[in-house]
T-cell receptor, first 109, second 115 residues
Framework: GQNIDQPTEMTATEGAIVQINCTYQ??????LFWYQQHAGEAPTFLSY????GLEEKGRFSSFLSRSKGYSYLLLKELQMKDSASYLC??????????FGAGTRLAVHP | EPEVTQTPSHQVTQMGQEVILRCVPI?????FYWYRQILGQKVEFLVS????????KSEIFDDQFSVERPDGSNFTLKIRSTKLEDSAMYFC?????????????FGEGSRLTVL
């Protein structure tokens, strides 16, 4: 089956670091993605992990452990504009993404 | 920067009517997709399209739905006989490689309201 779990909501302070966790069970694993979605807007790509380990990209990093079915997104030096939903996305097939329900992050001054 | 464009941005229709949502994918992309998001819910896969045919579709994508690439630039989603539960934001996306291999670029969405 296909199942992606992530916390519903998180809050953090501007300038801080936040880690958003995700556990997944998807058939035909081909990688794990993180997308950002601001309210009322389209999802935008943040990161892609296909091998175990940490991928760093500026203020954002993503980690994957395939044996544990676990990933996290790490956001550093939080800014107010980082307030958004963060979507953990698995691969459900050759050409299909399976989206988690998203973690709504609120960044406060 | 190239982008995926969708029209209309918002469409209101009566139950039972047919709706066509239009998308212009990024020009050098080969893979095209439709996803939908019911208000407050997760993004759901509908269909992927490659080499002028459907490559995968979800259980949601039943006979009521169809996709077409009528020319070299447009990619359309047709919903026949709309139902109230079809009300959602419909996102078109495109990619250079298959979805499991890289980034999808999403359009801004077409909000469909069925009354």
């Amino acid at each position: 089956g296909q199942n992606i779990d992530q916390p519903t909501e998180m809050t953090a302070t501007e300038g801080a670091i936040v880690q958003i966790n995700c556990t997944y069970q998807t058939s035909g694993f081909n990688g794990l993605f993180w997308y950002q979605q601001h309210a009322g807007e389209a999802p935008t790509f943040l990161s892609y992990n296909v091998l175990d380990g940490l991928e760093e990209k500026g203020r954002f990093s993503s980690f994957l452990s395939r044996s544990k079915g676990y990933s996290y997104l790490l956001l550093k030096e939080l800014q107010m504009k980082d307030s958004a939903s963060y979507l953990c996305v698995g691969t459900g097939g050759y050409n299909k993404l399976i989206f988690g329900a998203g973690t709504r992050l609120a960044v406060h001054p | 920067e190239p982008e995926v464009t969708q029209t209309p941005s918002h469409q209101v229709t009566q139950m039972g009517q047919e709706v066509i949502l239009r998308c212009v994918p990024i020009s050098n992309h080969l893979y095209f997709y439709w996803y939908r998001q019911i208000l407050g819910q997760k993004v759901e896969f509908l269909v992927s399209f490659y080499n002028n045919e459907i490559s995968e579709k979800s259980e949601i994508f039943d006979d009521q739905f169809s996709v077409e690439r009528p020319d070299g630039s447009n990619f359309t989603l047709k919903i026949r006989s709309t139902k109230l539960e079809d009300s959602a934001m419909y996102f078109c996306a495109s990619s250079e490689a298959r979805a499991s291999g890289g980034e999808l670029f999403f359009g801004e969405g077409s909000r469909l309201t069925v009354l």
